[in-house]
C-alpha cells in the first residue's frame, strides 16, 4: 500500500475514520473497508447505478467518486435506509410490487429513487423512469420497479432517511 490519507465520513449515522489511499473509490472503501456490501459494482463504465448511495442526502455513483471526497460528508447506504424490522417505504414497496428478481440494481435503485422522490415526493410514472434512467436493471423490464417507486410515493415519507445529510423524510 501506498501513501495513505485520513478519512472522517459519518456512514449511516455513524462517524468512521479510515486510513485510506486517495486513489480508493467510495465503493471500495464501503465494501471493503467498512464491510458495507450493499452497494453493488456492476459496471466500469460508470453507467449501471448498482454502486449508488446518499452522500449528504444526494444520490451519487460512489464508483465515480474517491472516498476522500466523502470527508467530512455523511453518507448513506442501503444498510443505512432501514431495518429489517422497519422497512423504508420503498423497501417495502419493492417488497410487495415485486420490483425485484436478483436483487443486484436494488440497492442503487432504492437510493436513486429515495433521492427522486426526495426532490419531487409525487412524480409522474414519467418522471420516475426518467429519473432513474441511470440505473439498469437487467430483470425486470423495470415495470415493477416503476410501479413500487408509484407506490411508495402514494404512501409518502419515502425521500432520504432523515439524518443522511438531505431534508430527510422524519426531519
Ligand atoms: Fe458504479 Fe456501475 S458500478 S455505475
Ligand atoms: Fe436483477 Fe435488477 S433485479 S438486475
Known amino acids: 500500500m501506498g501513501a ?7 456512514v449511516n449515522g455513524e462517524a468512521r475514520e479510515s486510513q485510506v489511499e486517495p486513489r480508493m473509490l467510495l465503493v471500495h472503501y464501503l465494501r471493503e473497508v467498512l464491510g458495507l456490501t450493499g452497494a453493488h459494482v456492476g459496471c466500469d463504465t460508470s453507467n449501471c447505478g448498482a454502486c449508488t ?30 431495518s429489517r424490522d422497519d422497512l423504508h417505504p420503498l423497501q417495502q414497496a419493492f417488497w410487495e ?30 418522471e420516475v423512469r ?5 440505473n439498469l436493471c437487467r430483470c425486470t423490464g423495470y415495470h415493477n420497479i416503476v410501479k413500487a417507486v408509484m407506490a411508495a410515493a402514494a404512501r409518502g415519507g419515502a425521500g432520504v432517511p432523515a439524518g443522511s445529510g438531505g431534508e430527510g423524510v422524519n426531519a
Open 4 to 10: 495513505t490519507v485520513s478519512v472522517k465520513p459519518i
Open 53 to 82: 448511495v446518499l452522500v449528504d442526502g444526494e444520490a451519487v455513483k460512489s464508483c465515480t467518486v474517491l472516498a476522500v471526497q466523502a470527508d467530512g460528508a455523511e453518507v448513506t447506504t442501503i444498510e443505512g435506509m432501514g
Open 97 to 126: 410490487e415485486h420490483g425485484l428478481q436478483c436483487g443486484y440494481c436494488t440497492p442503487g435503485m432504492i437510493v436513486a429513487a429515495a433521492d427522486l422522490l426526495e426532490r419531487n415526493p409525487h412524480p409522474t410514472e414519467e
Open 130 to 134: 426518467h429519473g432513474l434512467e441511470g
